[in-house]
């Protein structure tokens, strides 16, 4: 990254992934602008950032509550790819997530890609626009094509 937007933006993406990966609430709320329009994962759209909210909070009582039964749940987010480009007070990311969960019982890991556009209000930077995808294994893919039956 050579300009100084796109570092900064990086810093920014930073933050992000550390309170997406602590779920940190408070932060997640201040880097997220309050009229920010979202596309999830299943294809649902609209300004959602209370939902997203709700979500992280309903996260955080679900390990709550599995460490208090004596089944915690052991959490991984790694993000990789980072690209950034902008420009004034506008700036576009992409990047790949992986996600997993391991605990009793359980084994999730799931891959996304999200692209996020940045603005510049009131003198600090906020997602105003985000869009995720889920990234396919090689073995989802084949059976999305008849491939793996």
Do not use: C
């Not at 709550?64 to 790694?78: D, F, K, L, R």
């Not at 480009?85 to 359980?106: E, H, M, N, P």
């Amino acid at each position: 990254m050579n300009s100084t937007l796109e570092k900064e933006i990086a810093k920014e993406e930073d933050k992000l992934t550390v309170a997406s990966r602590t779920i940190d609430v408070a932060a997640l709320d201040r880097l997220y602008a309050d009229d920010i329009m979202m596309t999830t994962v299943l294809g649902h759209t609209g300004r959602i950032k209370a939902s997203m909210l709700d979500e992280a909070r309903r996260g955080i009582a679900e390990r709550q509550a599995a460490t208090a039964a004596g089944t915690p749940i052991e959490t991984t987010y790694t993000k990789d790819d980072l690209q950034v480009t902008g420009q004034g007070d506008t700036a576009v990311t992409s990047y790949r997530f992986v996600v997993k969960l391991t605990g009793a019982g359980l084994h999730v890991e799931r891959a996304y890609r999200t692209t996020n556009v940045w603005m510049r209000r009131d003198g600090r930077w906020q997602v105003v626009a985000a869009h995720t995808a889920f990234v396919l294994n090689p073995a989802q893919v084949a059976r999305l094509a008849g491939e793996g039956d």
